[in-house]
């Protein structure tokens, strides 16, 4: 059996496609375009590179993006100074402070003062209070665009078993209560889990999100299963080469010949994350509007 590859990049590429669409007609709505504002602090390069890919398809969708640049001494205070502008300017409906941020400044005390209901990212305390209650929230893009993959593929969760193997508060946990919402049964592994191997081969649905290159070997792996990668890991150069392969947390030629589907890496779950990304300054556009979302973008 070879599995069935998961096109992350073509399902995120229909999602943007959808997203401008409603856009264009918010914009008729209320005069003006979406906006989502992106916070830039230093000059990782990384970094640069995610937010001028964020800059682009913003415009490619239908909306405003504005982009604030700021040098790696910024001080916390005036980095939380543009926050409350941001929040109170009614031109910007989401606002993303891109991380990692210099060690002398507190993440959670900025994600802590970006407004619930411009936190596009979903990483505010009350979005993820929100998502364990089952109330209306903005959930993690990677989470988020994970669950997407897996409901076009397998429709219904209902009563499947999942394992996530990874617990942070990005992907781990937000992807853990998704799953719960879906009616799966859940189990969070991580790297303290006994017997982790036996713990994976339970799932007909395994997301991985522990940052550690080809982790999963094929034997842990349930004949069948729906396997998220979400891991992305560069492996050392080879010998001649510059850069070593982009590969995920799963072994993935292995896991082709047992798994039922599987995203690949590149190509799989990173795509999503900014398609989910427009799809959420999308729908806080039309909650900050007072305008319906008469149907979901997806």
């Known amino acids: 059996m070879t599995a069935q590859i998961i096109d992350g990049k073509a399902f995120a590429a229909r999602l943007r496609e ?67 502008e941001l929040n109170a300017d009614p031109a910007i409906d989401g606002i993303l402070v891109q991380l990692p ?25 009350i979005n993820a209070g929100r998502l364990a209650v089952g109330q209306r929230s903005f959930v993690p893009c990677t989470p988020l665009g ?12 209902s009563g499947l078993e999942a394992v996530v193997i990874g617990r942070s508060n990005i992907v781990g946990k937000p992807m853990a209560q998704l799953l719960l919402d879906a009616n799966a049964t859940v189990t969070i592994a991580h790297s303290r889990t006994k017997n982790l191997p036996d713990v994976v081969r339970r799932a007909d649905i395994v997301v991985a999100a522990v940052g550690r290159a080809e982790m999963v070997q094929p034997d842990w792996l349930k004949e069948g299963a729906t396997v ?10 080879e010998p001649g080469k510059e850069k070593g392969r ?24 990173g795509p999503m994350t900014i398609a989910v990304l427009l ?8 909650r900050n509007a007072g305008i319906d979302l008469s149907e979901d973008v997806v």
Not at 106 to 114: D, F, L, P, R, T
Not at 281 to 286: K, P
């Open 246 to 269: 982009l590969v995920g947390d799963v072994d993935f030629a292995g896991a082709q010949q047992r798994a039922g589907a599987i995203t690949p890496v590149p190509g799989g779950v």
């Open 228 to 237: 998220i990668d979400v891991g992305i890991n560069r492996l050392p150069p």
């Open 101 to 125: 941020l210099p060690d002398h400044i507190n993440e959670q005390a900025v994600i802590a003062a970006i407004a619930p209901d411009k936190d596009v990212d979903g990483f505010h305390v």
């Open 279 to 286: 799809r959420n300054t999308l729908v806080a556009a039309h």
């Open 18 to 84: 959808r997203v401008g669409e409603f856009a264009a007609s918010f914009a008729e709505k209320a005069g003006r375009k979406p906006g989502l504002a992106v916070v830039l602090v230093g000059e990782d390069p990384a970094s640069q590179v995610y937010v001028r890919s964020k800059g682009k398809a913003t415009i490619e969708a239908n909306m405003e993006s504005f982009e604030h640049r700021l040098p790696d001494d910024t001080e916390e205070a005036g980095l939380l100074a543009l926050v409350e």
């Open 146 to 157: 994970c669950m997407m993959l897996l409901t076009d593929r397998l429709g219904d969760l």
